[in-house]
């Protein structure tokens, strides 16, 4: 059985990598070991290489944001080099737009998956990893057929960090500046009742913090308001703070009267605030 690393550098300890786990989820009942290793912009590359060495992988799957690019640039030739015998893989938004340039830059990587990435890494890993194009770009299907990413196991470990979630992939704005407004990121939505079930599971756990990363949360407004009316309705009282990306121009009396009804709290994801500090807003 092959083991796959899942490996992402966060910009922060709290931080966590939802793709992550989302890529794992993608790989049940797949014959492969697949594990996550996070780690943080705070760390050097060398000590990320160790660790990523220690594994005695077959597969060393990174994921690529903007704020970690920079570091995997630094760190794949050492990897390379250190684990010659592991496959490297790279996936997420910074190796999704120009996949190319980057084996241009890097020819020893073996694949790149573009776009979400769980289709693209799930038929990698049937067929073993072996053959074929360096470049994976298969859609996924849609949203809403995407599996819960999170194990109870899983949960359990993110309690004290960041938990993300989200309830549709996807923006149907076309910001010029920004890699969601590309055709391939349209807005998909999870069914309300999932997203409820999926959010009971996570608050069982009583984490702090759960930031839903969709990319504007409030792009359909009977989706948002429903979360938001069952979020105060069945967890307004528990200790979970709740972060959300929204376009403030589409707020209208309707989404002021429910939000008017969440607790008068400081959020616990501002700047420099870790997920166990929570102070009153000023009164
Ligand atoms: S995510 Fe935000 S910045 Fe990006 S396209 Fe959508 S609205 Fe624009």
Known sequence: MKKIILAAINARYTHSC???????????GIDVEAVVREFSI??????????????KADVIALSVYIWNSALVRKL???LHEQCGDALLVLGGPEVSYNPASWLEAFPFID???????????KVLAEKGFRGGKKII????PHFNQMPFPYTEEDLEGLRTRYIYYESSRGCPFRCAYCLSSRSDQNLELKNVETVKAELNLILRKGPRLVKFVDRTFNADLDHSRAIWRYLL?????????FHF?????????????????ARRDCSSSRRGSSPRTRKPWPQ
Not at 137 to 140: E, R, S, T, W
């Open 18 to 28: 939802l793709a992550l786990y989302c890529l794992k989820s993608a790989l049940r």
């Open 42 to 55: 705070n760390r050097n590359a060398e000590e990320i290489m160790q660790s990523l060495v220690s594994e």
């Open 76 to 78: 794949i030739p050492a």
């Open 111 to 121: 694949f790149i998956v573009t776009g979400h990435g769980e289709e693209g890494l």
């Open 137 to 140: 770009a298969l859609p996924n």
């Open 233 to 241: 309705e069945k967890h307004g009282g528990g200790p979970a703070t």
């Open 245 to 261: 990306e929204i376009h403030p121009h589409l707020l209208d009396e309707e989404d002021f009267e429910i939000l008017s009804r």
